[in-house]
């Protein structure tokens, strides 16, 4: 029986009833576009990430589009992230018509490297973008000390960290915004596209909630240029449902972790570090080999399914390679993405399977010794 990596099936048939149910509720109460589930939704969301305001989107990217628009970023105005990213997030910058500009990662967590950072700041730097990768929080701390002083926006992309914290404190409220994906395979996914800004500062809430819908505060009259990103009453009604158990989730996923730790302790492997600063909710379940191919096809000849988030950094994809300006060198970028394998990983993943998936790696380092 295959083991997949992910597994946004499992999700819905553990929730069946409750699902089905908000679903026909939205169906027969026939108001499909940002109507009272998205106003709900984003309420709750926002309270559970410790902010005031949610802004409902189409999705994670067009969430970092907006919040870049929100602050004015647009044309000429540079924009700090990491290449070690989905080009979602990259994609996002270059649509506010931003220019990206790319630095390294730390090899322990995976995250912005902050010294990196730094030195890549211009008179043209107007935002940095950290990413709190695998589910592991960025160096909220330093970022906000290099970029305070200077006046530089932080929108953090917590597209795969929703419930992670930093000092205790969630993801998504460090920054001036937040963005957040609900792409099914997300800890937090619906059943389709979605995302949200979040925001404690009410101008610029007001002005994402504009953007997302032709600029209208006033229907059908445009007070500022706008566009069509709305997250819908199905989708919001689904994410209700599972924000419920959500925490719930997270600690499962914790679990599941603490499982490979234990079955992978002593093999080659370089296993995931969490910042002893922060709580890792592992959107996925990252181990690093210099054998990573050969790794991944034995596994898959099992019928254990894996992922590498990411084979190709940002920087040197045919779109970009050439044309976007990195920082002082991508040393680690480049090596984690010869080495990096995400696991199974998902709250519904049995004891039994990730025992098999732990043997099956153990087998494959003794054929190859």
Not at 83 to 103: C, F, M, R, W
Not at 110 to 120: G, I, P, R
Not at 129 to 142: K, S
Not at 221 to 230: A, H, K, Y
């Given at each position: ?105 730390e090899p322990d967590y995976y995250t912005m490297d902050t010294d990196k950072l730094e030195s890549a700041i211009t ?202 300006r990195c920082g002082d060198g991508m040393a680690e970028t480049e090596k984690a993405a010869c080495e990096v394998l ?28």
């Amino acid at each position: 029986m295959m083991i997949p990596a992910s597994n946004p099936l499992a999700s819905y048939r553990t929730r069946k009833e409750a699902l089905d149910k908000a679903v026909l509720k939205v169906l027969e109460d026939g108001w499909y576009i940002l109507g009272k589930e998205v106003t709900a939704f984003e309420g709750e969301f926002a309270a559970y990430v410790g902010c005031t305001n949610g802004i409902g989107v189409g999705s994670g990217t067009e969430a970092i589009h907006i919040a870049l628009k929100a602050c004015g970023i647009g044309v000429g105005d540079e924009v700090i992230t990491v290449s070690h990213t989905a080009v979602a997030t990259v994609a996002a910058i270059e649509a506010a018509g931003a220019v990206p500009v790319l630095v390294d990662i730390e090899p322990d967590y995976y995250t912005m490297d902050t010294d990196k950072l730094e030195s890549a700041i211009t008179p043209h730097t107007k935002a940095v973008i950290p990413v709190h990768l695998y589910g592991q929080p960025a160096n909220m701390t330093a970022i906000l000390h290099i970029t305070r002083p200077r006046g530089i926006f932080v929108i953090e992309d917590c597209a795969q960290a929703h419930g992670a914290t930093y000092l205790g404190r969630p993801v998504g409220a460090w920054g001036d915004m937040a963005c957040f994906s609900f792409y099914p395979t997300k800890n937090l996914g619906a059943y389709g596209d979605g995302g949200m800004v979040t925001a404690s500062d009410t101008e610029l809430a007001g002005r994402c909630r504009l953007l997302r819908e032709y600029g209208w505060a006033e229907r059908y009259i445009s007070s500022i240029p706008g566009g069509n990103s709305r997250l819908d009453e199905i989708q919001a009604a689904i994410l209700r449902v599972k924000l419920t158990d959500l925490n719930i989730d997270n600690t499962r996923r914790g679990v599941i972790a603490e499982s490979y730790n234990s079955l992978l302790n002593g093999t080659d492997l370089t296993l995931p570090r969490p910042r002893p600063q922060g709580s890792h909710v592992f959107h996925l379940y990252v181990v690093r080999s210099r054998r990573r191919d050969a790794l991944q096809t034995f596994l898959k000849k099992r019928g254990i399914g894996s992922l590498i988030h990411y084979p190709v950094p940002v920087h040197l994809q045919p779109a970009y390679c050439g044309r976007i300006r990195c920082g002082d060198g991508m040393a680690e970028t480049e090596k984690a993405a010869c080495e990096v394998l995400s696991l199974p990983m998902y709250p519904e993943l049995t004891e039994t399977e990730v025992q098999t998936v732990g043997s099956t790696i153990i087998e494959f380092m003794e054929k190859k010794r």
